[in-house]
């Protein structure tokens, strides 16, 4: 996979549903794969965060969460980037169905105590051949929480902390060896605890995820929407404008990685 920079961040570019599938393969022979997704918030992050960016480099799969970034990686490559999310609308779906077609294991950590049990507890209801080798919320000391990932060995670690909490987490769990695939999966464990989907159908179709959200969620998003969002909105606006690529985006050879 080749990745571009989009705005001073890493985004792989080429990278679809049947791309990411073949990474979960790959796992079952010990090929580590660390997976991530960036949104307009990531823009916010970066400036607050020294070691954002880092971390994104550090990562094997850099997609693009939301149509926004998505569009906006278009409008500056040149390319058909597509939106990928780890939730029930995008990639959870078929890349759990995988992991249970071969029979795989997983470890689930991330959210607030009791939280990730209620997802888990769905996943079995729609996969109940998968190995659920374990399952932590996401307020245990992280080396305690890397021993038993790597103890447990599972194919697959599904982490829900946030960003960027949860690349910070997988960076450790990559030093520490462990060698699957690993997904970040933000808020997804949440709204897993609460229905098995979370938009209703005419919702995605109209890619007007983040609108419901913000209607459901006003209090805890109203600010991100509105206010966080805005540099990476002007940035997308700014390229729009100009209608051209070569200033905006170059390849990116992220090291000591297959390529992303």
Not at 26 to 42: D, K, R, Y
Not at 108 to 116: L, M, S, T
Not at 169 to 186: H, N, P, Y
């Amino acid at each position: 996979m080749t990745a571009a920079d989009l705005f001073g961040l890493p985004l792989s570019l080429a990278a679809d549903e049947p791309a990411v599938l073949a990474r979960v393969d790959a796992a079952f022979a010990g090929e580590a794969t660390f997976v991530t997704f960036v949104n307009p918030h990531a823009w916010t992050l970066k400036d607050r965060n020294a070691d954002y960016a880092g971390l994104l480099a550090g990562m094997d799969l850099v997609l693009a969460d939301g149509i926004a970034v998505a569009k906006a990686a278009g409008w500056t490559t040149g390319a058909s980037v597509p939106r990928l999310s780890f939730d029930a609308t995008s990639l959870y779906l078929p890349v759990l169905g995988r992991l249970e077609a071969k029979g795989g294991g997983l470890f689930v950590v991330g959210a607030k105590p009791g939280v990730a049990e209620g997802a888990v507890a769905r996943m079995r209801r729609t996969f109940p051949l998968i190995d659920y080798k374990g399952v932590l919320d996401g307020y245990q000391p992280p080396e305690a929480v890397i021993e038993a990932i790597l103890a447990a060995r599972p194919q697959m670690v599904l982490c829900g902390m946030g960003a960027p909490h949860q690349e910070r987490f997988l960076a450790r769990l990559r030093e520490a060896g462990f060698s699957g695939i690993a997904f970040t999966c933000g808020g997804f464990l949440d709204q897993l605890a609460l229905t098995e989907r979370y938009y209703p159908a005419w919702v995605d179709r109209l890619e007007a995820r983040w609108l419901y959200r913000l209607l459901r969620e006003p209090g805890r998003l109203w600010r991100r929407y509105l206010v966080e969002y805005r540099p990476f909105l002007a940035k997308a606006l700014r390229a729009r404008l100009r209608g051209a690529t070569a200033p905006l985006t170059r390849p990116l050879a992220l090291p000591g990685r297959r390529g992303a």
